[in-house]
């Protein structure tokens, strides 16, 4: 056994805590399920006493979980009015579920669902893609060549992964020459497994990148790194492996605890070195190489698998469209109230999800969070009443580091530590958390798609 394996035996629970840490886990799991997806996020109550009568016609940009949450209440919320949710797509990806795909724990199947069955009933489903949005005119224009008028609109079109700005990146080379990358669909996750399998087979060096600026799930590059190293150790070949974690500046997590925590866990408890300032700027799929542009230069690395993780933005429509923000550190992303998510411009437009500009809040606990401040507050806008709800940022992270075992981060806009139970240490390694991500948060996840929490 190696030392490794022996500092993390020493700070693992006997098997009477264990037990005794699920029974009181399973004992109130339907009520973990929905507040770990719920959490804390929205104040004031949601949803009028009876359906807001109204000929408004209601344009929401996508079909993704915050798209769809966000119709099926506003499709109770209020009489008479159209919805109209344009997007192309057909099948729904549960993205909380592709680190794990991308990790050979779920198969692809398991984050494939078809949109029709949660698209609300009475909503008009316009197949296409928005592609400009004319806010002075109140007008969408399609993929297909449509114009839709709106009274309201409703952005929740997701956000863009910018592989282009890394260069000799491609999506196409995901799967192959050691290149993984989490993101984007099931299909890359599964291509990543591929890669990411070779390497704990063989071992070598590995390189786990994140970029600048908001990404998806920002816990997802941790989780792909811890992940791996605990793979390496179950099948033996942990010695044969070179890790490196390579951040684009000095701090790994938004959350202060859990920042601390892992600039000190990677080195000492997993020998993951920890390359600060090493933002990606290009790789060499056929050498094996990546080059990172650090403060004293372009720093080239080998490799033999590296998880490429994209810059991201709001699409193309919105960074540089009428509905970003102008300037500040959330430019380019949709420019939002971050408590009410109503544009800050234009009163009749509101945001949510990935594609918004606030502080926090790329994942879906967050869009679980929104979904109800966005129908209300429209609803109340709608009936020229002040709007009722606001959002105190509230995220939720079940931070796998090893197969078994997760830490349940929660917090908000203020970034101190929000549990939603007593007997889940935030700072612990458990397996309660880990039992919720692996089988209990799909089924939340859908019971929100269809507005039952």
């Known amino acids: 056994m190696n030392r490794l394996n022996e500092t993390r035996e020493e700070t693992m629970p006997n098997e009477s805590a264990i037990n005794t840490s699920r029974r009181r886990f399973l004992a109130g799991s339907a009520a973990v399920a929905g507040a770990a997806t719920v959490g804390t996020g929205s104040l004031l109550t949601s949803g009028p006493a009876r359906a807001v009568s109204t000929d408004a016609r ?263 469209g009428e509905l970003g923000w102008q300037n500040g550190s959330f430019e380019g992303w949709m420019e939002v109230d971050q408590y009410s998510m109503q544009h800050r411009r234009y009163p009749n437009v509101f945001g949510a999800g990935d594609v918004v500009g606030t502080p926090i809040g790329k994942t879906a606990a967050s869009v679980k969070a929104q979904a109800p401040v966005v129908a209300d507050n429209l609803v109340a806008t709608i009936a020229g009443q002040e709007m009722p709800m606001a959002w105190n940022g509230y995220t939720s992270c079940p931070l796998i580091t090893a197969r078994g075992e997760a830490m349940l981060v929660e917090f908000d806009f203020s970034l101190a530590m929000k549990p939603s139970f007593s007997f889940i240490d935030p700072m612990k390694q458990q397996w309660a958390p880990w039992f919720l991500k692996d089988q209990m948060l799909h089924a939340a996840y859908n019971a929100m798609l269809r507005g039952r929490i």
Not at 218 to 240: C, H, S, Y
Request: hydrophobic share 40%; glycine share 8%.
């Open 58 to 320: 209601i344009v929401i940009a996508g079909a993704g979980a915050a798209g769809i949450s966000i119709a099926t209440r506003l499709s109770r919320q209020l009489d008479g009015a159209t919805i109209i949710v344009i997007d192309s797509r057909e099948t729904h990806f549960y993205q909380p579920g592709l680190t794990l795909v991308a990790t050979g724990l779920w198969t692809p199947s398991r984050v494939e669902d078809a949109n029709t069955r949660f698209m609300p009933a009475g909503v008009d489903w316009m197949k296409d893609d928005v592609v400009e949005i004319n806010a002075d005119n109140n007008q969408v224009m399609t993929a297909g060549g449509d114009t839709v008028d709106y009274d309201y609109l409703v952005v929740s079109t997701g956000l863009q992964i910018n592989f282009d700005e890394i260069d000799g990146m491609s999506p196409d080379l995901i799967g192959h020459n050691g290149v993984g990358c989490v993101y984007a669909n099931p299909d890359h996750a599964a291509r990543t497994w591929q890669a990411a399998e070779r390497y704990i087979e063989e071992g070598g060096i590995g390189l786990f990148t994140r970029p600048r600026g908001p990404i998806k799930c920002a816990g997802a590059p941790l989780k792909v790194t811890m992940i791996i190293e605990d793979a390496l150790q179950e099948r033996g070949n942990r010695e044969r492996a070179e890790m490196h974690y390579l951040p684009p500046g000095k701090g790994l997590f938004s959350q202060p605890d859990i920042d601390t925590f892992l600039k000190d866990y990677f080195p000492s408890q997993r020998d993951i070195a920890i390359d600060y300032n090493h933002p990606l700027s290009a790789i060499d799929p056929d050498r094996r190489e990546a080059t990172f542009a650090t403060p004293e230069g372009p720093h080239t690395m080998e490799y033999d698998f590296i998880h490429v993780v994209p810059p991201m933005s709001a699409p193309d429509m919105i960074r540089h």
